[in-house]
């Protein structure tokens, strides 16, 4: 993986023919390692035959030592094998956290905590959402509303707090073509009629957009 985590993906298929894939931080697994040397072991076991002109006594007890060897080393792979799949069955397929230790222990939110954390999530979605719709009233493709309303959310802003006319405008820096300024000007429209103020101040927000020339570069704030 990217950040340096060897893993080792594991491909289930089911009668459907629906496949799913696990990933395993044991990508160098003993069951598989132990199978693999006992695909090896009997094909040691199996090439050792005697050939037609191996029949003196000594050529054939070499031979039947020899077999006999690749035999208990065949059996003895095959028995670790099944000390292996024993061990498997009997491990837990699943681990519940009291039981990791402290220190892998995942820190789960508090009931409420949560709730209010996927409340903020939904009036986020819901606001950028609303954005969507007015900018595809301008916009000729509508598939491409939500992709320049989140790209408008990582543009550059001025915030201007102006007391003695008691609003806080908000300019919004040029787009990257004018087709995007146009809905952008459309959008600051919509929602300056909503005459919203910024929390805990009576201070009206007021958007405008700007063109990048206004102000020189890295004076942005």
Same mark, same amino acid.
């Given at each position: ?10 491909? +289930?298929?089911?009668?459907? %023919?629906?496949?799913?894939? =696990? ?8 069951? @598989?390692? *132990? !199978? ?70 995942? +820190?789960?939110?508090?009931? %409420?905590?949560?709730?209010? =954390? ?8 819901? @606001?950028? *959402? !609303? ?91």
């Amino acid at each position: 993986m990217t950040n340096g985590l060897w893993v080792r993906e594991i491909r +289930a298929l089911s009668e459907t %023919g629906h496949q799913t894939a =696990i990933l395993s931080t044991d990508y160098r697994s003993d069951l @598989a390692r *132990t !199978a693999a040397e006992l695909s090896r072991a009997h094909a040691t076991f199996g090439a050792h035959t005697l050939g037609a002109q191996e029949n003196e006594p000594e050529a054939v007890a070499r031979h039947e030592e020899k077999k006999g060897a690749a035999l208990l080393a065949l059996q003895a792979k095959q028995a670790q094998l099944e000390s292996l799949k024993t061990q498997r069955k009997a491990t837990a397929k699943h681990i519940q956290i009291k039981d990791l230790p402290p220190e892998q222990r995942v +820190a789960q939110l508090r009931g %409420g905590r949560k709730h209010f =954390i996927d409340t903020i999530k939904l009036i986020a979605y819901r @606001a950028e *959402t !609303a954005l969507v719709q007015l900018a595809r009233e301008t916009l000729r493709r509508h598939d491409d509303a939500r992709s320049f309303v989140r790209a408008l959310f990582a543009t550059s802003v001025n915030l201007r707090p102006d007391p003695a006319r008691n609003e806080l405008r908000v300019e919004i820096h040029g787009q990257a073509n004018p087709i995007h300024d146009a809905t952008l000007e459309a959008l600051c429209t919509e929602l300056n009629a909503t005459e919203i103020c910024y929390p805990g101040t009576t201070l009206r927000l007021v958007y405008r957009p700007i063109g990048s020339s206004i102000f020189p570069a890295g004076q942005d704030v």
